[in-house]
């Protein structure tokens, strides 16, 4: 079976300072990992995934296997970063997105 | 303008009527998907098509039905509406290939009384 776990419902930072969203991911085959973000008022975007090993608006996420982890980072959190944040799985069926609970990202002046 | 659209976006209904939640898309993608969201918990697949006549159920157990007649099209039936299915429920869409990106509506936020 696969699963998402973010541990954290609610994370709050002071603009500027560094951050980091939690994602741990259990499955037997290799996943992929991918972050979507939920602006207030906004549809479920993606924000950025595995494969692709970039970076958007500042955020990095590496997955790192031994640790089943897929955690999310920015250095330098801005006020605009305020959103709910969901790690999301796709097993080797790939025919699906498998969601965390997310977690609510609110970034303070 | 190519995008993923879900009508009505808010619904309040009494217990035991039908109702279908509309989820049409421009984006000439394949696979299409239903996720049902409680508050606070995650997002749970509860139907997926690969393509025009194609429906699966995911992997939460739903009472609720879909179709898929039309490429564009992908509707969400509940045959008799209870409390328990009082929720948010998301439609997406995605190319056909492996790992691409899902593109989601707005969502419909149910509650049946």
């Known amino acids: 079976a696969q699963r998402v776990t973010q541990p954290e419902k609610l994370l709050s930072v002071f603009k500027g300072a560094p951050v980091e969203l939690k994602c741990n991911y259990s499955y037997s085959g290799s996943p992929e990992l991918f972050w979507y973000v939920q602006y207030s008022r906004q549809r479920l975007q993606l924000l950025l995934r595995h494969i692709s090993r970039e970076s958007i608006k500042g955020f990095t996420a590496d997955l790192n296997k031994g640790e089943t982890s897929f955690h999310l980072k920015k250095p330098f959190a801005q006020e605009e970063d305020s959103a709910m944040y969901y790690c999301?799985?796709?097993?080797?069926?790939?025919?699906?997105?498998?969601f965390g609970k997310g977690t609510s990202l609110l970034v303070t002046p | 303008e190519a995008d993923i659209y879900q009508t009505p976006r808010y619904l309040v209904i009494g217990t035991g009527k039908k109702i279908t939640l509309e989820c049409s898309q421009t984006m000439g993608h394949d696979k299409m998907y239903w996720y049902q969201q409680d508050p606070g918990m995650e997002l749970h697949l509860i139907h997926y098509?690969?393509?025009?006549?194609?429906?699966e159920k995911g992997d939460l157990s739903s009472e609720s039905t879909v179709s898929r007649i039309r490429t564009e099209h992908f509707p969400l039936t509940l045959e008799s509406a209870r409390p328990s299915h009082t929720s948010q429920y998301l439609c997406?869409?995605?190319?056909?290939?492996?790992?691409?990106?899902?593109?989601f509506g707005q969502g419909t936020r149910l509650t049946v009384v």
């Open positions: 997406a869409s995605s190319e056909s290939r492996i790992l691409s990106e899902a593109f």
């Open positions: 098509s690969y393509g025009v006549n194609s429906t």
């Open positions: 999301a799985l796709i097993g080797n069926s790939g025919y699906a997105l498998n």
